[in-house]
């Protein structure tokens, strides 16, 4: 079942209740016209399946963010990305048989990218993910598809990153 619960919509910032986000093949419930995450989040959510970022993603506040093993991510323009701030978690933990991916809609136009804060919950990982058509089109710009932001003197900890696959970026 699908379950998107918003509490509150407040100087553009939407938070959604710690919910569970899957979309079943063939559902159609989610797509690039309506993505399954959007905006600012602050709440702790975990999605599944085959899901669908057209802007980039800001998780923020002390939310975690979870994704679970075998996800797709689609990214569906320039624009898609994500964002986790300090003291807000990541866990994308996939598996060998079963990574996470991100892949861009159109692989000829790349997607904008992952940036981690370097001061996370110190239980955020990123562990069997690929990450295929990432780091922006603008070649003045120096993008990847995955970036630490700096946050000097933060009691938090550096994300576990570990078998991250990077194409085409």
């Known amino acids: ?4 619960t918003s509490t509150g919509l407040a100087q553009g910032v939407l938070a959604i209740a710690a919910v569970a986000l899957a979309a ?3 559902a159609g ?3 690039c016209s309506n ?9 702790d959510i975990t999605i599944s399946g085959e899901v669908f970022f057209n802007q980039r993603v800001t998780m923020r506040n002390g939310g975690t963010l979870t994704i679970e093993p075998g996800t797709q991510v689609t990214m569906c323009n320039a624009n898609a990305g ?14 060998a048989s079963q990574p996470i991916v991100f892949s861009a809609l159109d692989p ?3 997607w904008d990218q992952i940036l981690l804060a370097i001061d996370l919950l ?3 990982i990123m562990r069997h993910v690929i990450l295929n058509d990432g780091g922006g089109n603008d070649a003045s710009e120096e993008t990847a598809a ?3 932001e700096d946050n000097i003197g933060s009691p938090f900890a550096m994300p576990i990153v570990d078998q991250v696959t990077i194409n085409r970026s």
């Open 1 to 4: 079942t699908r379950k998107r």
């Open 24 to 26: 079943p093949a063939g």
């Open 29 to 31: 419930v989610f797509d």
């Open 35 to 43: 993505p399954t995450l959007a905006g600012q989040l602050e709440d």
């Open 82 to 95: 994500l964002f986790v701030a300090s003291g807000s978690g990541f866990i994308a933990e996939g598996t």
């Open 108 to 110: 000829d136009i790349n």
């Open 122 to 124: 110190p239980n955020s």
């Open 146 to 148: 995955l970036e630490f």
